[in-house]
């Protein structure tokens, strides 16, 4: 799938995206230096990240490794993304981790650092974006929630809770940071057909679950959920604000 509307109010704009090393993380990255923004990400797969930095071939995208679980690690790297890109003014909470889990065994310990990687970091990068954004008059925050635990999908009660927190986060953000003209929303992909999910979750039985579950039966990939966050982050969407933004081909 390729993308075919172009944003002006984009271009020279600095963009922050977690986990866009892989997935829908790298058509992030991608759609965002297509549209001629700068763009900072961080990851913990530096061999995939460093790759796309290569294959882009441009200073105007940054990868800076980070595990979203240190919190002051991940504050100090967007801090040194606006020093070298400058003020950011579009952040993008895209990593997460799917993992499979059953509630029987879970330890509070494996719920705390679900919960870390799946929302936590949510917060602490808006709150360390808000300076910049304040600083530039406006600004767009885009939180990547799941249509899981819409569907009432089981086997990751860490995952589907912190996903449903993610859209709480949202609406109070948005409440919160409106009045420095600082946008809010969440954007629900469905089921997306990544590599990591080709590999590792969609057999036959998921592929009738897809077919069943959407409404339009073609594959949902992730330049789809690209398209959306593209128009989230532009000035054609400035009165869009602590909404639910949902792509996942009519399944919920």
């Not at 797969?45 to 240190?70: A, H, I, K, M």
């Not at 635990?149 to 912190?162: D, E, K, V």
């Not at 057909?193 to 594959?219: F, N």
């Not at 966050?229 to 909404?243: E, R």
């Amino acid at each position: 799938m390729t993308l075919t509307n172009q944003y002006p109010s984009l271009k020279g704009k600095t963009v922050f995206i977690s986990g866009g090393g892989s997935g829908i993380g790298a058509s992030l990255v991608e759609s965002f230096f297509q549209q001629g923004a700068k763009v900072a990400f961080v990851d913990i797969q530096e061999n995939v990240s460093n790759t796309l930095v290569d294959r882009l071939g441009s200073d105007d995208v940054r990868f800076y490794p980070c595990d979203l679980t240190d919190v002051e690690r991940l504050q100090a790297v967007i801090a040194q993304a606006a020093e070298d890109l400058g003020p950011i003014s579009v952040l993008v909470n895209n990593a997460a981790n799917d993992t499979r889990h059953d509630f029987r065994e879970v330890t509070p310990e494996q719920w705390d650092k679900c919960l870390a990687v799946n929302m936590r970091h949510h917060f602490f990068a808006a709150q360390a974006v808000y300076p910049y954004m304040k600083q530039l008059g406006a600004g767009s925050i885009i939180n990547l929630g799941s249509m899981s635990w819409h569907a009432g999908q089981g086997g990751m009660p860490g995952y589907t809770s912190s996903k449903a927190s993610i859209e709480g986060l949202t609406r109070g953000l948005a409440r919160d940071m409106g009045p420095d003209r600082i946008r809010v929303n969440c954007l629900v992909p469905g089921w997306v057909m990544t590599e990591k999910q080709l590999s590792e979750r969609v057999d036959e039985a998921a592929r009738e679950a897809i077919d069943k579950g959407q409404s339009v039966k073609d594959p949902l990939m992730p330049e789809s959920i690209s398209a959306m966050a593209l128009f989230l982050a532009s000035d054609d969407a400035s009165m869009c604000t602590s909404q639910n933004f949902i792509v996942d081909g009519g399944w919920i």
